[in-house]
Each structure stands twice: as C-alpha cells, then as structure tokens.
C-alpha cells in the first residue's frame, strides 16, 4: 500500500512540472526576458506580459498579489531547473504559471452531468449512428493520438454548432501538432498535458477543417471553422460518470495498450492477462458509445487512430464495468470532454 502511495506522489509530482513548466507547450513566455536579473521589475514586467498573453485578470488586487507571489515562485523554479543544465528538457512559463500544483491536481469541482439519473442512460448508445463520428484515421508512425482523439470528440459538436446549420466536419489534427507543440516526455503526465493543451487550442483558436490547409500558425487571423468554450474532465476512476459524459458527446480517454490490444482484430476485448490494466498509459483515444450484449456483458465503443485494418474497422469495443475501478486497459483514469 506504501509502495502504490508513493507511486501516487510520485505521479502527482511529475505531472505538476510538466503542466506547468514544460517548455514545448505553445506560446511559452521566454525567459530571456529576466536573463538580465530576475529583480522584482523585471519579474513584474514579465507578469503583465504574461497576463496579457493569456488573457488573465483578477477580481482584485488583493488576488493579483496572490498571483504574482505563485508566478515569481514557479519562475525561480523554471529558472533554477533550466540553469542546471543537465535535463533532457527544459521549462518555461506557460497558460498554468500563476497557480500551485494543489490547484492545478484538485479535480474538477463541477461535472456537469452529475445529475443526470443513471436510470435515464439507455442500454445501448453509438454516436456513429447518431451522425457525430468522422471516418477512421491512421496516424501511423506519429505519436500523436491524443491530436486524433481530441479533434474526434471536438468533431463531435461539429452537427450542434452554429445551429441550425450545423453540420459533421472533419478537423484538422496537423493543427494540433504543429501549434500546441506539446511535451514528449512519456507517461501519463505528458498525455494529460498533451490533451488539456490541444482543448485549449480549440477553445482560444478554434479548428480549420482537412480540406484547407492542414496548419496555421498560432496567431493566423482567419476564421476556424469550429471553436469551443472550454472543456471538462470526468471524475476519475467512475465508470457511471464516464457513461453519463459518453451519453452526452464524444469523450477523449487516455489509455494503456498491450500486445494483444494492439493485434486486437473482433470481440470485447476484455484484457484477460491483465497486461493492457498494468502497462503505463501510452495512448489517445475517444470514446463514442456503449452497449451492452445479450449475454449481459458491458461495453465501450472506442474509436481509435489506427487505421481499419485495426480492430473492428477501427474501433473496438472494451469490457466496461468491471471490478477494476481504473477500468480495462486503465480507460476511466482520465477522461475529458469539449464544451460548446
């Protein structure tokens, strides 16, 4: 029990860095602006351009000190770990700067289909049928699911944006990759970083479609052809609630795979060696239904990144509602959801 505890912090630690440090995340303030001297002007200058950068004001100014005391901390800790010289990476400041791992790690006090009556969910849900859920993709030999799956589930609203005009659109995942720019360092610290970063492009610059140009940069000026207001991450380890969210719209959900997932080709997988439940998380997908067969056993229906070769014509259907509270292949560790 000790050993998972610390495993725990462990964890914890890691994904606090990296979330709100990690120098491959987009539009990161360069610290070259405090080389000179990190004195309480430069610090103070360097804070207004950051607010202003992300947009951030606060209700008083009694919670501007506050904030600026967290930065000109988290700062001195960028600058400490970059000077050092002997990392594989490096930090810099980024949309997380003005806040402490407490506040960044505390879950998500609201979710929005708490209330929802677990009685009211219907047996079997498939957003495919429902016209929310583009054609397969194959990402090939690029580590980027987590592109693939939060363009997914942000295609998803595509029918219920600008209505009634709406309409299914396939989004651009090179936009994602080439302009979140997120971390590479592995484990289930940089997925979660990766996926809250691509939702936060979507919400600050919204996304172009395939058929234009597959990328832009940061600032282009041009209209998206889709945007959101935010998003919101399910509660953890609550298969009940990850069900409501799926209900509602596309889920992305961070994963671990396992030989025999990856040679996955019919049936509901159901990781019978347990391998898939022990690896590390190292994979992105979306969720986009469930079900359950006339024997009684529960599913989810997961679309992957994999091409159709892979799966069920690119989605699989995974054992849901199992004694394991993480799920099959660690499904309902972390799970997030667009909003409009």
């Known amino acids: 029990m000790a050993f998972h505890a610390y495993l725990m912090k462990k964890t914890l630690v890691i994904l606090c860095v990296f979330l709100m440090g990690s120098s491959a995340v987009s539009k990161a303030t360069p610290l070259t602006l405090i080389s000179e001297g990190n004195d309480s002007v430069n610090v103070s200058r360097v804070f207004e351009n950051w607010m202003e950068e992300h947009g951030r004001t606060y209700s008083s100014g009694e919670e501007k000190a506050k904030r600026f005391a967290i ?27 003005d806040m402490t791992c407490a506040e960044l790690l505390k879950p998500s006090s609201s979710f929005r289909y708490q209330d929802f009556k677990l009685e009211d969910l219907p047996p079997n849900w498939d957003w495919r049928t429902q016209g929310a859920v583009t054609n397969v993709k194959d990402q090939k030999d690029c580590d980027c699911g987590w592109a693939f799956a939060t363009a997914a589930a942000v295609e998803g609203l595509t029918p219920f944006y600008n209505k009634p005009y709406g309409k299914l659109m396939n989004l651009s995942e090179k936009e994602l990759i080439t302009c979140t720019k997120p971390s590479w360092i592995k484990g289930i610290a940089s997925y979660i970083s990766q996926i809250k970063e691509a939702m936060s492009y979507a919400r600050d610059h919204g996304l172009i479609t395939e058929e234009k140009h597959p990328y832009r940069v940061a600032d282009n000026q041009s209209c998206p052809d889709m945007k959101i207001s935010g998003y919101e991450v399910v509660p953890e380890f609550d298969e009940v609630a990850l069900a409501k969210a799926v209900y509602h719209q596309p889920v992305v959900v961070v994963h671990s795979t396992s030989k025999r997932f990856r040679a996955h080709r019919g049936g509901i997988f159901m990781d019978a060696d347990g391998k898939c439940g022990r690896g590390n998380i190292n994979h992105t997908s979306t969720l986009v239904g469930f079900g359950t067969t006339a024997l009684g056993q529960d599913y989810w229906i997961l679309k992957n990144s994999w091409g159709t070769h892979w ?24 799970a997030v959801f667009p909003t409009l």
């Open 71 to 97: 930065f000109k901390e988290n700062l001195d800790y960028i600058e400490d770990f970059n000077s050092q010289g002997n990392h594989s990476f490096a930090l810099a400041l980024n949309a997380f700067s």
């Open 311 to 334: 799966g069920e014509h690119g989605y699989a259907r995974i054992r849901r509602n199992t004694r394991d509270k993480r799920g099959v292949c660690n499904l309902a560790t972390f």
